[in-house]
């Protein structure tokens, strides 16, 4: 029997974890504009979510997408990242376009991870040790894209033991359909899949 949506995510072991919810991937000057306008009804709901999680208790990581203008230390074996590479949009470690978008804050309280390789949040970056060091061990997944960066994390974090949590209208793919049995089809297999209103829920009503 599944435990108790309430149980999973005790706000003393939960971290809400957001995937390049930036301003160069799904801000006004994205890199990926399809992506951007895909995501535009997420960014509201991730942001009622990092609020209830601050008032909670519940620690707040973002996770950004960086590449240097010399491209050191950044990944090419891909074609996302040639495409990346064309866009006149630079993600320039400490820019605009690679910061956290202001409707998340970040809040004082909150922890930004920048990576400059990897498909994964939870890939050059620091996330797994940072996490481990607050106690947590149930993420709330969130962000972009269950294409690749959401499904990477879901699946890294699967694999270091922690539980996953994906309210589906706190994360984005393209297209919509695709990214709707993507997580029906694999992530549920993961993760518990729910909403941002009832992970809300389920925090108002802990002890």
């Given at each position: 029997m599944a435990p108790d949506l309430s149980e999973v995510v005790d706000p003393s072991r939960t971290a809400v974890v957001t995937s390049e919810v930036q301003a160069g991937v799904v801000g006004a000057r994205s890199a990926l504009p399809e992506l951007a306008a895909a995501a535009a009804p997420m960014i509201p709901a991730?942001?009622?979510?990092?609020?209830?999680?601050?008032?909670?208790?519940?620690?707040?990581?973002?996770?950004?997408?960086?590449?240097?203008?010399?491209?050191?230390?950044?990944?090419?074996?891909?074609?996302?990242?040639?495409?990346?590479?064309?866009?006149?949009?630079?993600?320039?470690?400490?820019?605009?376009?690679?910061?956290?978008?202001?409707?998340?804050?970040?809040?004082?309280?909150?922890?930004?991870?920048?990576?400059?390789?990897?498909?994964?949040?939870?890939?050059?970056?620091?996330?797994?040790?940072?996490?481990?060091?607050?106690?947590?061990?149930?993420?709330?997944?969130?962000?972009?894209?269950?294409?690749?960066?959401?499904?990477?994390?879901?699946?890294?974090?699967?694999?270091?033991g922690y539980q996953v949590v994906v309210p589906r209208d706190a994360v984005a793919g393209l297209p919509a359909d695709y990214a709707a049995a993507v997580i029906d089809r694999t992530l549920a297999l993961l993760a518990t899949i729910t909403t941002v209103d009832d992970v809300l829920a389920a925090w108002k009503g802990a002890p």
């Open positions: 991730v942001a009622r979510l990092c609020a209830g999680a601050r008032a909670a208790g519940v620690a707040v990581v973002h996770c950004t997408a960086a590449r240097r203008a010399d491209g050191r230390g950044s990944n090419d074996n891909a074609r996302l990242f040639a495409g990346v590479r064309k866009s006149p949009v630079a993600l320039l470690p400490g820019s605009p376009e690679a910061s956290v978008v202001p409707e998340l804050g970040p809040e004082p309280s909150d922890l930004v991870l920048t990576r400059l390789h990897g498909l994964s949040p939870m890939t050059g970056t620091d996330l797994d040790p940072v996490l481990r060091n607050l106690g947590v061990t149930t993420i709330v997944a969130t962000g972009v894209s269950v294409n690749v960066a959401v499904t990477n994390l879901v699946m890294d974090a699967v694999n270091r």
